[in-house]
């Protein structure tokens, strides 16, 4: 269940809004996922925090019916801040969500309140990554998302999770949209030069497994960022770190959204 709004001139934008009387934290989620995937931070940490799960444009129920960068999705989100009479709030961004939530806060630096990355990277992709992502999003468009291709995106993405439901969720995601979402992600512009107008606290996580982005691509960030707290890095961490290490993450999440939302 969920709502569903108009923001950014016109764009529909799927949420939910898990209510509470804390302050509020907009939670932004991985490429080829959706808002569902903080479920374990909404049930550990649900009851002090008002957490505003968004499908971001392209993914979940939210639609992409035209080319898009996450620039667009920044406002998106903000757009949604004003439809929920929000004028701040902190953000949890993983991987793709913490793309979404670097630019919200150079956008809006008065409006973001804390933000937390987790697996991310602030940087352009790497130009021979960024060929070899098109070459998978161009097989999944032409041919259907393979058990392999499944298998090998839960693999890289979730480590030992299991995955089945996400796999279930990605065999649906029609090949125009893939495509589409493909060019945003390998296209993004690099922020590190920026980094150092953003005015919030800011949280970094990182996986030292993560098979997407090494370390150093989050210790960039906090050398960046002027009121970054030290890089948290967990063992053993795969990529979406806050679906599949919530032990690790959640209490780093409490201290800082309690100090800092």
């Not at 497994?209 to 960039?220: H, K, N, S, T």
Request: aromatic fraction near 6%; proline fraction near 5%.
């Amino acid at each position: 269940m969920g709502s569903t709004v108009m923001v950014n001139g016109g764009q529909r934008l799927h949420y939910v809004d898990h209510g509470g009387d804390g302050p509020p934290v907009v939670l932004l989620h991985s490429f080829l996922m959706d808002g569902e995937m903080f479920a374990p931070q909404v049930a550990e940490l649900g009851a002090e925090f008002r957490f505003v799960a968004v499908d971001e444009r392209g993914h979940g129920e939210t639609p992409a019916d035209a080319p898009f960068d996450y620039w667009d999705v920044a406002r998106d989100v903000l757009g949604l801040l004003d439809e929920l009479g929000l004028d701040r709030a902190a953000v949890i961004g993983t991987s793709q969500g913490g793309f979404v939530g670097l630019r919200m806060a150079l956008l809006a630096p008065e409006r973001v309140t804390a933000l937390c990355v987790l697996g991310t990277s602030a940087a352009a992709e790497d130009a021979n990554v960024a060929a070899s992502y098109r070459e998978l999003a161009a097989t999944w468009a032409d041919n259907g998302p393979a058990d392999q291709l499944t298998d090998m995106v839960a693999a890289v993405c979730l480590g030992d999770v299991e995955a089945d439901d996400w796999k279930d969720k990605w065999r649906a995601v029609p090949g125009p949209r893939i495509a589409r979402i493909m060019e945003t992600l390998v296209s993004r512009d690099g922020l590190l030069c920026r980094l150092s107008n953003v005015r919030c606290p800011v949280l970094v996580m990182h996986g030292a497994a993560d098979a997407v982005y090494p370390v150093c691509r989050g210790a960039e960030i906090v050398e960046g960022v002027s009121r970054a707290e030290p890089l948290v890095v967990v063992d053993g961490g795969a990529h979406f770190l806050s679906l599949t290490d919530p032990r690790a993450v959640n209490p780093h999440l409490r201290k800082f959204l309690t100090e800092h939302a």
